[in-house]
């Protein structure tokens, strides 16, 4: 112990270091004067020594009073706060909040519908789990001194103090406040600019020194758009571009005065200002040695990054030590009687205070080698993790998760089916959060903002549900599961006396699509003063639907199928609505993949069941026509960060897509079990959601570009990028300019080019009218400028006319203009319509993520309506793409979330038309399958759930894939 203090400590290494000159003194003198020498050698080597003995002697006794007293004694305090071990802080038996400001009234939240957050007393553990005893009641909530104080079936507000104030729920349903226990929000502060972004402390791979806190932007926008969803306190880590990336802190979403706080400061938002836990990021897998490694550089594999992660926690192992030897000493001989002060080092102080057990330490880890490696270094120096995060691949190895140290196996932060965008999470599932349910595991959902937007992590937990864990799991998997991780769980993620006052009220279930708070407290006070509040049914909670959890996870192709119990039609065409509108089910006859007969189908249905089919029954089936996935990388990517996979970008080149087409991915077969069986994409232009070239419109269950009917139209419009995209090339009016100088050039030439696949060629036919001219811009500006060059060329073009022999007229050659993207169009919606523009939007809920959709509208509660509202009030012909493709599962969600929030503005069909028919029509494209019945192919496209596939319940029962087969869930 000696030893290791003597080469590590300054003071004692000065005293042996001239013992680096003897080799020398030794090599200049010669060989008869050898034994002399080595006499006088060995005296002095022998005074030395005594003198060294002597001065450490002395110093212990002498030198100890030079040390300031105060300090040691200081540092004998600090012994004790290394070796606390901390408690969960209590909710129960507190007078207030210590986040309470003192003058803030009560309230009184009436007639809720409130979800506890745990089961009814009483309920055994093994039944908790399976889903009994959980229920929403109805009663009266006061919050008071920040904290919940009563909640009770009646709480007469005659008994209560004068000052309280009085929010009438109506009835509405009522849950803690959202939790996200992964955000970035204040570190990564939105708009996305340089100098704001601050999530990575990447000058080192190992920095457990890193503080979030210290980083947090209390204006960063999104911190109250995230409210606006319900989210009260989130977990604001450090990147993952580091092994360690340092300090996590748990903040509530509360600024300054408007908020009810005393202050704006970071300090002031944090959960727990007594600071009882602190938390940690690390991260394991591609990112470290993608960001750090190279040749001669660590890590440049994952065996670098253990040796990283060993090495790191060996330091702070060893600093632990030399404290805890210090601090035994100091208790035993007192503080006089220490020659050196308490060993601190700020690099590894974090990683020690984790080693001692008063850190929570969240990894992001996706993979099974990733996961293993981090068990195993656990288990090496003894320290639990929380959860892993990214957890894509845990529910595939609950056992190798069970190893971890410590007796409590971590959560799994994941997101519901966000997944394919790099190779750690190629293998994923959107059952996992069933699946690690079933194995006795916690699902936590997480936004990971901005990467989801965490306004809607509920959504992630709402997706959960649907894709089969139990409703109650998954609201719990946004509040209470995480409440327990983040060992908040006395305090937080429940309605109950003494916990804090944080609380929501919603405008709908909030496991339902498009569910938005009404009104949020956060510590007892209403944190939206005028909030909007969207006209919706009230429907009241949803009836658990435990079949959801019934996965069959592949279905079966047929030609034929039968369907019995489809009591909604919805069929684009409208042709078959009377057959279902006296409320009576009908049957629907597929035949060789096509849809032959929707009603009572008597004769139909006998021969199919005397011909073996055996009838799929429904209770409440709907019919519709499939989805098409618009504006993505389908069919021209697997994998985004893998190039490998990807057709590419094309900054300079004009490209056609269906010359890059590679199918038969993972993407496209999702799509194709959710309903999108077709698909239109366009070559990218520098990165994702940009496009440069012409799309191509395919069917999504081809396995080659050249098998029948796998593309249906080989150039569907012509697209350019005239977004944030273009600022890596050119300047916004440079890139302007040169499209109305290459459309000008298209409308004044009097000749096709011979290359009938040029780009001057596709910009010929989009001058005729003959194609759409898609154009990717997000910001309400570059929409201005794209309207006003389409306005320009057209001039052009009718000038032409005039002066022409005039064999075609001014009208027909107006250019058909498409635009992509759209997040600030609803600022130039009028514009949009008189001109004739549709937008696509990427997604339906646009985020304010970068400096040209920071104008895109939250929603209720901040504003009435979102983009799409303001675009449909115009009259604009709206779809809904694919910003990225892992959505290719949601968009029929999508589509129900702009019907549950659209105040009546569409009806089920009109959604519906957002994810197709509409998609067409803004794209000129005709989806027709080919056999002329003008129903957009919808006979042969078309999908059967049971329940609305506008819901969050719905489940898909069989899919038309367009090629002569149906696939069925049975
Ligand atoms: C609670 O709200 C519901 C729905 O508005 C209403 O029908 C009911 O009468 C209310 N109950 C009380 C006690 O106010
Ligand atoms: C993991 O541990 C949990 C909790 O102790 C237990 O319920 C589960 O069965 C274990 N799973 C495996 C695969 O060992
Ligand atoms: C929201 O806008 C619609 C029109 O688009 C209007 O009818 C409604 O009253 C507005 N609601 C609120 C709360 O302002």
Not at 191 to 208: C, K, R
Not at 847 to 876: F, S, Y
Request: charged share 25%.
């Amino acid at each position: 112990m000696m030893d290791e203090k003597n080469n590590t400590l300054p003071p004692y290494s000065a005293v042996v270091a001239p013992s680096g000159r003897w080799p020398r003194l030794r090599g200049r003198h010669g060989s008869p004067r050898r034994r002399r020498a080595f006499k006088l050698f060995a005296l002095a080597c022998l005074t030395l020594l005594v003198v060294a003995q002597w001065k450490q002697i002395w110093r212990s006794n002498a030198r100890a009073p030079r040390l300031s007293l105060a300090k040691l004694n200081d540092d004998l305090a600090t012994c004790k706060r290394l070796r606390h071990t901390p408690k969960d802080p209590v909710g129960l038996g507190r007078d207030s909040n210590a986040r309470y400001i003192d003058g803030a009234k009560p309230t009184l939240i009436k007639n809720a519908t409130i979800w506890v957050g745990e089961p009814v007393k009483g309920t055994s553990e093994g039944d908790a789990r399976a889903g009994k005893g959980w229920e929403w009641t109805t009663g009266d909530v006061l919050l008071e001194n920040g904290l919940i104080a009563r909640v009770e079936t009646h709480i007469d507000t005659r008994r209560l103090s004068e000052d309280t104030l009085v929010y009438d729920a109506a009835g509405r349903q009522l849950t803690s406040g959202i939790i996200d226990m992964h955000s970035h929000t204040g570190v990564d502060s939105l708009p996305e600019l340089n100098g704001n972004s601050d999530t990575n402390e990447m000058s080192d791979n190992i920095t457990p020194w890193a503080r979030s806190i210290d980083a947090i932007y209390p204006f960063d926008p999104q911190i109250q758009v995230i409210k606006s969803g319900g989210v009260t306190t989130s977990l604001v880590l450090p990147g993952s571009g580091n092994n360690m990336g340092g300090e996590a802190y748990l903040v509530k979403h509360a600024v300054g005065r408007r908020d009810g706080r005393r202050e704006i400061s970071a300090a002031d938002m944090l959960a727990d200002p007594d600071r009882t836990w602190r938390y940690m990021k690390m991260a394991c897998g591609e990112n470290a040695k993608n960001v750090h490694g190279g040749i001669g550089k660590r890590p440049f594999s994952r065996m670098g990054e253990s040796y990283d992660f060993r090495h790191a926690f060996e330091r702070a192992r060893e600093l632990i030590r030399r404290q805890d030897d210090w601090c035994e000493k100091a208790e035993a001989v007192g503080v006089e009687g220490m020659g050196e002060y308490l060993p601190q080092e700020i690099f590894w102080e974090s990683l020690g205070a984790a080693l001692r057990g008063q850190v929570h330490i969240n990894i992001h880890c996706y993979t099974v080698p990733d996961l293993e490696a981090m068990v195993d270094h656990t288990n090496e120096f003894q320290f639990p993790v929380r959860a892993f995060h990214h957890a894509h691949q845990t529910y595939l190895v609950p056992e190798i998760l069970n190893r971890t140290w410590g007796g409590r196996t971590p959560s799994s932060a994941i997101f519901a089916d966000n997944m394919y965008y790099k190779m750690e999470a190629y293998v994923g599932s959107e059952y996992a959060g069933k699946y690690l349910y079933d194995a006795g595991l916690t699902p936590i959902y997480v936004s990971d903002n901005p990467v989801l937007n965490a306004q809607h992590v509920l959504f992630e937990a709402a997706k959960g549900y649907r894709y089969g864990l139990p409703y109650h799991a998954a609201l719990a998997a946004v509040t209470t599961a995480p409440a327990d991780d983040l060992g908040m769980g006395q305090r937080l993620g429940k309605v109950k006396p003494g916990f804090d006052a944080d609380v929501v009220v919603w405008d709908s279930d909030p496991l339902s699509v498009g569910a938005a708070p009404v009104q949020v407290w956060i510590d007892g006070t209403a944190q939206f003063k005028d909030p909007v509040e969207l006209p919706k049914p009230r429907d009241g909670p949803i009836v658990p639907d435990e079949a959801l959890a019934n996965i069959i996870e592949e279905p079966t192709a047929f030609a034929d199928a039968l369907f019995t119990g489809v009591t909604k039609v919805l069929l684009a065409s409208g042709r078959d609505e009377q057959t279902s509108s006296d409320g009576k089910p009908v049957n629907v006859v597929i035949a060789k993949g096509k849809i032959t007969c929707i009603g009572p189908c008597e004769p139909e249905f006998s021969a199919a069941t005397a011909a073996g089919v055996k009838p799929v029954a429904l209770k409440n089936g709907y019919l519709t026509h499939a989805f098409t996935g618009v504006a993505g990388t389908l069919g021209l990517n697997e994998i985004d960060a893998e190039s490998a996979t990807d057709n590419g970008d094309n900054p300079y080149k004009f490209t056609r897509a269906v010359d890059g087409l590679q199918l038969g991915g993972k993407k496209l077969h999702a799509g194709a079990k959710y309903g999108v069986t077709r698909a239109i994409s366009a070559p990218k232009f520098t990165g994702g959601q940009s496009h440069h070239g012409t799309s191509v419109g395919f069917v999504t269950t081809a396995a080659t570009s050249l098998e029948r009917g796998a593309v249906f139209a080989e150039d569907v419009a012509v697209h350019y990028t005239l977004d944030l995209g273009v600022r890596t090339r050119d300047s916004y009016s440079g890139a302007f300019g040169e499209l109305r100088t290459k459309l000008m050039d298209a409308a004044r030439a009097t000749r096709d080019p011979a290359d009938a696949y040029s780009e001057f060629a596709y910009l010929r036919r989009v001058v005729r009218g003959d194609m759409v001219l898609a154009l990717t811009i997000n910001s309400a500006d570059g929409i201005a400028t794209a309207l006003r060059i389409k306005t320009q060329v057209e001039d052009a073009l009718r000038g032409k006319t005039n002066d022409d022999d005039g064999d075609d007229n001014g009208r027909r050659r107006i250019i058909k203009m498409a635009i992509l993207g759209g997040a600030e169009s609803h600022l130039v919606a009028a514009e949009l319509a008189a001109a004739h523009v549709g937008v696509i939007l990427l997604p339906l809920q646009p985020m304010a993520a970068t400096w040209d959709t920071r104008r895109t509208l939250p929603g209720a509660p901040l504003t009435n309506g979102t983009t799409v509202d303001g675009l449909l009030n115009a009259g604009v012909t709206v779809g809904v793409g694919l910003p990225e493709d892992w959505r290719v599962r949601d968009l029929a969600l999508e589509a129900g979330t702009a019907l549950r929030n659209g105040a009546g503005r569409l009806g089920e069909r009109e959604a519906l038309a957002l994810v197709g028919g509409n998609i067409h029509k803004i794209l000129g494209v005709k989806a027709d399958d080919g056999d002329g019945d003008g129903e957009d192919g919808e006979r042969r496209h078309f999908v059967v759930s049971e329940g609305s596939p506008l819901e969050i319940g719905g489940r898909i029962k069989a899919v038309g894939t367009g090629r002569g087969e149906v696939l069925v869930y049975v």
